[in-house]
């Protein structure tokens, strides 16, 4: 690696009020690299991205593209300049109420030298050339509204790439991805560093550091914490300097249950799929890990009422369960942390006690009056046991790091005793040290319920679950207690592969 830095970053820093966010950062990219930039919430990563793409002006030290100062005051300026980011929240990279080949398109319609007359069949034609260049895989009429969540992430991306970047910014983005969308996206970055592109790639996923990265930098409180671009990579190295302290790496020790919470019997949830038959045991903390796509949100909605099965049974608590709608699986003790917590889960106009206290103000009422004292004393509990850092219970939650907001959503099911607790990827988009308080925390608490847990990373599966079920085209195809796994047979069953029988 040479000097050949296309975009450079020297001390910079950047505080709200009293509180330094950031403590005179220093970063390189370089033309035709891939880095990889891990960091705790909290750490600073979207205060520096912010800075970059123009959303805020920086507190001191400098940025410079190609040699030349770069001083954005806007993310129009950032793009025009040639620096590009793709932010964590897809939401920000589409407009939901216009169509795929508009939101493509949309910057040039929009931008200095737009043309003054909307011309729907070049938007079209314009929108196709981009879908070409993407491998992009989508009706070009459709509304963003009605597609999936992948499939807005990879339009989201897909803009970005219009623009012909010189400095690209990638905020965790395969977190929404299949693996082979997530495929595809790592061919256009490996074609993107051939043509000199420099990438900054946000993540957390061993899977994606290991595709991708040609160096990693960490950050910690503000600064960087360590650089390893030393091959081949040293990833446990980087998350030691991100977390400043020596991870515990050990895994768990699995427990077994002899009394049943739920007992699922020939369900069915999509047409075609094989019948599912389980039993989820008190105090047991169970993962079922697939690849996206297999039907573990479609199983988690049916568990909760979102959805009903299209045959089979359940038995909760040894009566029938067949919840028809949310209300009554809340009433039946059954609670759910939704997947997507920027549409599914946080109210952004609340705060924290008040987003804690949401599905439960029947529970903390008298005579039809909410108790404050109540709500205020749960939201500060939880809180406690979960680490979320805030200033107070009344902190908004935009004002959180997305590893904490992921805490609210876990703390506001757990404030009240539940039977079976579901959560939908609940590690998706936080840092190592947020999921590990996460886990610890579900872990302690599980006497008394049956935990369930969805993920698509195994290594989360592995840390926390005391069982692991494997899930392929809506149906369980594999089981193995958290204990001398063959590893092997594993991931061949994530994969869809064919099984074999141990010799």
Known sequence: MGNDAVFRVDGLRKSFGPIEVLGGVSLDLHAGEVTVLMGANGAGKSTLVKIISGVYERGGGTMSLAGQNFAPKTPAEAIRAGVVTVHQNINDGVVADLDVATNLTLDR???????????????????????????????????????????????????AMAHQP????????????????????????????EQGVAILYISHRMSDIRRLADRIVSMRDGVVSGVFDSKPLDYEGAVNAMLGR??????????????????????????????????????????ITGLVGVGKTALAET????RKPLSGTMVLNGKAYAPGSTGEAIAAGVFLVAKDRSENGIVGDFNIQENISLPFHKRMS??????????????????GE????????????????????????????????????????????????????????????????????????????????????????????????NADIDLERLLAEVAGGPLHSAA
């Open 303 to 306: 568990l909760f009422g979102v």
């Open 109 to 159: 319609l929009s931008g200095s030298g737009a043309p003054t007359l909307f011309n729907p069949r070049r938007v079209r034609r314009e929108a196709k050339a981009v879908a070409n260049r993407m491998g992009l895989m989508i009706d070009l009429k459709a509304r963003i509204s009605d597609l999936s969540l992948a499939d807005r992430q990879m339009v989201a991306i897909a803009r």
């Open 246 to 287: 020596k991870i515990q790496l050990d895994r768990i020790v699995a427990r077994n249950s002899a009394r049943p919470v739920l007992t699922i019997d020939g369900l069915r949830i999509a047409e075609g799929s094989r019948p599912i038959s389980l039993t989820l045991g008190d105090g047991e903390v169970v993962a």
């Open 166 to 193: 010189k400095v690209l910014i990638l905020d965790e983005p395969t977190s929404s991805l299949s693996s082979a969308e997530a495929d595809r996206l790592f061919a256009l970055l490996d074609w993107l560093r």
């Open 386 to 481: 979960l680490g979320i850092v805030c200033r107070s219970e009344k902190d908004e939650m935009s004002a959180l790091s997305g590893g904490n907001q992921q805490k609210v959503m876990v703390a506001r099911w757990m404030s009240q005793a539940a039977r079976l607790f579901i959560l939908d990827e609940p590690f998706q988009g936080v840092d190592i040290s947020a999921r590990r308080d996460i886990a610890a925390k579900l872990r302690a608490s599980a006497n008394g319920r049956a935990t369930l847990l969805f993920v698509t990373e195994l290594d989360e599966a592995l840390e926390t679950a005391d069982r692991i079920l494997v899930m392929s085209e809506q149906s369980i195809v594999g089981e193995h207690r």
């Open 366 to 383: 008298r005579l039809g009056v909410l108790k404050r004292r109540v709500e205020r004393a749960t939201a500060r509990r939880q809180i």
